[in-house]
């Protein structure tokens, strides 16, 4: 099924052009009879420079080229007039070297999916995109990363949302925290229900693999969820080795609720046989409706990423971990 016009679930808008998922055969042949090799090889395993130990990024934000009415240049002025352009600047320290001696540790390092990713949803926001991936709703959401790595998307995308939340193994929590206190002066003791940036954020560790072999029972001693339930969780550049595929589906499926939680995959795209082996479990149990989003960005359709958002189709239904 494909998208003729814009159609909203939740807090997320499926512009014309994406398509549902149901075959992950099928969608792995359209994937990769797309994607270019030559071009992926050349960013390597995607790492943005695993050499320093700390990284200063810049997102440079325009202001929108569109309007509702009146000729193009009238439309360019109107908007410029009304969001000028904007800098957002993130300090990032990284651990380069447990890299390289922590077996498994890829999370250390800034790669970057989630350095395109936090410029799609920073520039969308700030120009009030009509073509945003998330609508209005974006900030009074309650948002869970799955992979957090250095802390990047919390930091960058926190001040847009109701409440973020990172998580990743226990190995790089103090990262992840070093990482927020240098861009939130003050935290974690930023005082709630203030205007200030970084009281809203929360990081936390979540190992995926420690869930899986959890008796159901026990499960939620171990990773309680909050009371009501994440709008949003993000995964970015997280499926890459198949070892961590069932722990990841099992988490996905642990923190969504049935009719509130959208989960969003964004990916880069590498080995076909990991690749297919993530969407077969993901649909496998035909519970979740998944759909590859089309992204309506310049910058994004020459990148080797894809971008998927699925629901929990039934209420009081879970997949069980496999």
Known sequence: MDVDSEMRRGLVRLPPGSEMVTDADEEVFILYSKSTPSSNEL????????????LTLSFELK?????????GKQKRKLASRVIQDKTVEIQLAQDKTA????????????????????????????????TSIFDEG????????????????GIALSPLVGHYTATDIAELLPLIRKNMSLNFPGWPHVKQGTAAEGRNISAFDFNW???????????SQLFPLPASPFDIVLIVDCIYHPTLLPPLLGAMDYVSTAGTTVVVVVMELRAEDVTREFLEGW???????????????????????????????HDGDSIPLV
Not at 47 to 53: A, F, I, Q, V, W
Not at 116 to 121: H, V
Not at 138 to 153: C, H
């Open 63 to 71: 202001p929108p080229t569109w309007s509702n009415s009146g000729t």
């Open 283 to 313: 649909l496998r149990s035909g519970e979740w409706e998944v759909w590859r989003m089309f992204v309506d960005a310049e910058f994004w359709k020459d990148t080797p990423y894809v971008m998927w958002v699925g629901w929990k189709g």
């Open 99 to 130: 890299l390289r001696t922590r077996a498994g540790d890829t999370g250390s390092v800034v790669w970057r999916a989630s350095v395109d990713f936090a410029q799609l949803i920073l520039q969308q926001h700030h120009a009030k995109s009509p």
């Open 209 to 219: 693999e420690t869930l899986l072999s959890t008796p159901a029972s026990r499960r």
């Open 43 to 54: 960013r390597g395993l995607g790492y943005l420079d695993s050499h320093k130990d700390t």
């Open 138 to 153: 974006l900030r009074d959401a309650r948002v869970l990363e799955l992979g957090s790595g250095t802390g990047l998307l």
